[in-house]
């Protein structure tokens, strides 16, 4: 059984108001053994598509290499949007080594809610997936059930709103739930009526470029 750990502390900017919130990052960062065009850092994978969808909402000439440039460049990309990134999940077990969510077992959680209260900033999480069985919405719905907190529908419409208030608190946090910038969510991408109505009207467009449009008005 491999004990798949997060590699990567909470990356959160005093400037943060929004957290970009994941499950974890493949098996190989919790080992060492990048491949070539992976970057050392949160969502660095050669194979994810967070960083190349800012990339192109905000022109920043990143550079995808395993070198201690290309995580400045994050780094500062982030401080200078106010924005962190704090995955859900701290560590799992995995009878077969590889990086799907559903794979995961034994599952141990960071506590968000507290995390949230140490940064009062922070006015929006911007979820890397759903609610499916061991995405990042699915597990914070469970964290806040330890709390006694449900989530309000604010929209309906993809990607789905919602709102919370925070324990002790008048503070509301919002949740935004984005498609996956995962290549396993393109099925899901392609199922969508708006992903479809695009592909009708700009036939050479794809499944990066919904997402790019998806992101950028909560970026």
Same mark, same amino acid.
């Given at each position: $059984?491999?004990?798949? #750990?997060?590699?990567?502390?909470?990356?959160?900017? +005093?400037?943060? *108001?929004?957290? &970009?919130?994941?499950?974890?990052?493949?098996?190989?960062? *919790?080992?060492?053994?990048?491949? !070539? =065009?992976?970057?050392?850092f949160?969502?660095?994978?050669?194979?994810?598509?967070?960083?190349? #969808?800012?990339?192109?909402?905000?022109?920043?000439?990143?550079?995808?290499e395993?070198?201690a440039e290309? #995580?400045?460049?994050? !780094?500062?990309?982030?401080?200078?949007?106010?924005?962190?990134?704090?995955? /859900?999940?701290?560590?799992?077990?995995? !009878?077969?080594?590889?990086?799907?969510?559903?794979? /995961?077992?034994?599952? +141990?959680?960071?506590?968000?809610?507290? #995390?949230?209260?140490q940064?009062?900033? &922070?006015e $929006?999480?911007?979820f890397? =997936?759903?609610?499916s069985?061991?995405?990042?919405?699915?597990?914070?719905?469970?964290?806040?059930?330890e709390y006694?907190i449900?989530?309000k529908?604010?929209?309906?419409?993809?990607?789905? &709103?919602?709102?919370?208030?925070?324990?002790d608190?008048?503070?509301?946090?919002?949740?935004?739930?984005? &498609?996956?910038?995962?290549g396993?969510?393109?099925?899901?991408?392609g199922?969508?009526?708006a992903y479809?109505? $695009?592909?009708?009207?700009?036939? +050479?467009?794809?499944?990066?470029?919904?997402?790019v !449009?998806?992101?950028?008005?909560?970026?």
């Open positions: $059984m491999f004990h798949h #750990i997060h590699p990567y502390p909470p990356y959160i900017p +005093e400037t943060a *108001t929004k957290l &970009i919130v994941g499950t974890l990052p493949p098996p190989r960062f *919790t080992t060492g053994q990048l491949k !070539e =065009g992976d970057v050392d949160c969502y660095g994978s050669r194979d994810g598509q967070l960083w190349p #969808i800012l990339d192109r909402i905000f022109n920043l000439n990143l550079k995808f395993t070198t290309a #995580i400045v460049q994050r !780094e500062h990309f982030l401080i200078k949007r106010g924005i962190g990134i704090c995955d /859900m999940v701290a560590s799992a077990k995995r !009878e077969k080594v590889d990086a799907s969510d559903i794979g /995961m077992l034994e599952v +141990e959680l960071r506590d968000l809610i507290a #995390i949230l209260q940064n009062p900033k &922070i $929006m999480l911007l890397t =997936g759903g609610n069985k061991n995405g990042p919405e699915y597990f914070f719905r469970r964290k806040l059930k006694n449900s989530l529908l604010v929209s309906n419409k993809v990607p789905r &709103i919602h709102a919370f208030q925070l324990p608190s008048r503070r509301i946090v919002k949740t935004v739930s984005l &498609i996956a910038p995962s396993a969510a393109n099925r899901a991408v199922s969508l009526a479809k109505k $695009m592909k009708d009207e700009f036939p +050479e467009k794809t499944t990066v470029d919904f997402r !449009e998806q992101y950028k008005p909560f970026f």
